[in-house]
């Protein structure tokens, strides 16, 4: 009876006072988001006024640029979507490293739905993983439209048009399983990488060649032709004929260095497995010269030794095959490391190569071009293509050298 009173009142207050749970975790959620844009574009701002050496209209002799307008950006977040504004200076270009790790998780993301996609994990599972690593709840027609995105974005980065030039191009290619008409064949992937005039490198293509042979090789070069890569001083690859002969009629200026490491393997295979220890310090030997002609001389010398060591095989392959290892050269001495083999190239072919072990054996070519490449464009966007490879300078050098020495003649 006590309580009887009491009951209007409570109904009464239920009139009163409404909570709508769902706008104030919408209010609360624009707050984060909105947080989050203001903490990212005030720290680029500040990072802005350390590159210029002070800040915005701030007046001072130590002041080295100026800030020219902003673009914007927009950057997907654990909070939503923000957008940046991305400063501009004057005089140098504006890199940042604040939303790199958003850069970074946006590029994975991408690749993952690439990677479980192809080796066939569910929607549902893939909505899973998305949710527990990234913290964003995706549905199936989302990952449906993701994956359908990320191709158009992969083929427009595939196909860009090439407007740098590149004095050093690397050239090679893999093998991967697809199955065909029930049957498991290799389709061949080629890749080019090239060293530009700033010393940086990037990635200049990428497509898929039935084989790697002349056909192959020759749509490829078509491939970044078509794109606009202008003729390099040196293409450094293995030794492969259909890629020389299409390198020839391609790029009949260019010159060519076949990978010294190739050519070592190439040599191993012609010698007993107890001697490759003996054999590989003599080969070591002609590349360790100071010069050209040295490294001729030397070489003249191994095979010789190979002749006494009843290796007649390996002295022969020594003498056919060693001029087209000492390409290198007649560039600068700083830069032999780097172009004398394909290693550079190697590393990243051995990471596709890791990607795609987990899939198998892809339902088509165009799936396994486009894991490579999505694997290739996640690369190109870390420190491997934001770092300065080479200094270029002595190579600009060495040419107004070599034209005042032509000049000269004339």
């Known amino acids: ?19 709508d749970e769902a706008q104030i975790q919408q209010h609360l959620g624009e707050m984060v988001r909105s947080t989050v844009e203001q903490t990212l574009n005030g720290m680029l701002d500040a990072e802005a006024d350390r590159l210029c050496n002070a800040r915005r209209y701030e007046h001072t002799e130590a002041r080295t640029d100026q800030q020219a307008g902003h673009y914007k950006h927009k950057l997907q977040t654990k909070a939503g979507e923000v957008e940046l504004k991305i400063p501009k200076l004057r005089q140098a270009p504006f890199e940042t490293a604040i939303i790199e790790r958003y ?16 080796a066939g994990v569910s929607v549902r599972r893939a909505e899973d993983i998305i949710e527990t690593l990234w913290g964003m709840r ?90 606009g890569l202008a ?28 990978c010294m490491v190739h050519f070592y393997r190439n040599v191993f295979s012609l010698v007993p497995k107890g001697q490759v220890k003996v054999v590989a310090a003599m080969l070591k030997a002609i590349h360790a010269q100071e010069d050209w002609a040295a490294a001729r001389e030397k070489a003249k010398a191994v095979a010789d030794k190979l002749e006494t060591m009843k290796l007649r095989a390996a002295a022969k392959e020594v003498r ?67 770092r300065q490879y080479m200094n270029m300078e002595r190579l600009k050098e060495l040419k107004q050298e070599q034209q005042e020495a032509a000049a000269a003649v004339a």
């Open 1 to 19: 009876m006590q309580d009887s009173p009491s009951a209007p009142a409570d109904k009464n207050l239920s009139h009163v006072i409404k909570i």
């Open 103 to 118: 850069r970074r998780r946006e590029s994975s993301i991408e690749e993952a739905l690439m990677e479980m996609y192809l």
């Open 138 to 227: 995706v549905s199936a027609g989302t990952v449906s439209d993701l994956n359908q995105k990320m191709y158009e974005r992969i083929e427009a980065w595939r196909n860009r048009k090439i407007e740098k030039t590149y004095p050093y191009v690397h050239l090679d290619g893999i093998s991967l399983k697809r199955t065909w008409g029930g049957e498991v064949r290799n389709v061949s992937i080629l890749v080019a990488v090239g060293v530009g005039e700033d010393g940086y490198r990037d990635i200049l293509g990428i497509a898929e060649g039935c084989k790697e042979d002349k056909a192959g090789w020759s749509g490829f070069l078509t491939y970044l032709k078509g794109r």
């Open 231 to 258: 003729c390099p001083e040196l293409f450094i690859s293995d030794k492969c004929l259909g890629l020389i002969e299409s390198l020839a009629e391609y790029y009949p200026q260019a010159r060519w260095q076949r």
């Open 320 to 386: 056919e095959g060693i001029e087209e290892t000492l390409t290198y050269y007649a560039f600068p001495d700083k830069h032999h490391r780097q172009i004398r083999t394909n290693n550079p190239l190697e590393r990243i072919m051995r990471e596709i190569r890791r990607r795609s072990r987990v899939v198998g054996s892809f339902p088509d070519g165009q799936s396994a071009l486009m894991l490579a490449a999505a694997r290739l464009r996640y690369i190109a966007g870390s420190r491997w293509g934001t």
